[in-house]
């Protein structure tokens, strides 16, 4: 059995589908700092997310909810969420886990979460993961 190149040495692109692209626009350029490399109308806003490609697409509606679509690595959650509420994100609050008073949860494994959405109601996360080295 022969070895195959595979896709682990490729950058992964993100999909988004969003229905209010001009608030998606300035939300994930202004609020999270992403940076606009293109629009592809009516297909696709792109974003470049720290050398990884963002397509925001443009939907005429969102697909059902499957819960977090989208998620940054930080190496500090509690001064992300700071910055990020200073831009004015509000971070959700959810009754089945046991969040602290900046809404991080803290998994058994010791990584922490926190969630917040974007304009459309899609779920994203911060999360700090002190084993990954990626």
Do not use: C
């Not at 886990?97 to 949860?105: A, H, R, Y």
């Amino acid at each position: 059995m022969g070895q195959h190149a595979g896709l682990g040495k490729h950058n992964i692109i993100g999909f988004v589908t969003v229905v209010d692209v001009a608030r998606a626009k300035e939300f994930y350029r202004d609020t999270l700092g992403l940076r606009l490399v293109s629009e592809e109308p009516p297909f696709a806003l792109v974003f470049e997310a720290n050398g990884i490609m963002l397509r925001l697409g443009m939907g005429k509606e969102l697909p059902p909810a499957r819960g977090t679509v989208l998620g940054w690595q930080v190496p500090d959650i509690a001064a992300a969420v700071k910055d990020l509420e200073q831009a004015g994100v509000r971070f959700e609050r959810y009754d089945f886990v046991k969040q602290d008073e900046l809404g991080v949860w803290t998994t058994p494994t010791g990584a922490k979460v926190a969630w917040f959405k974007d304009p459309d109601g899609n779920i994203l996360s911060l999360s700090e993961h002190p084993e990954w080295k990626g």
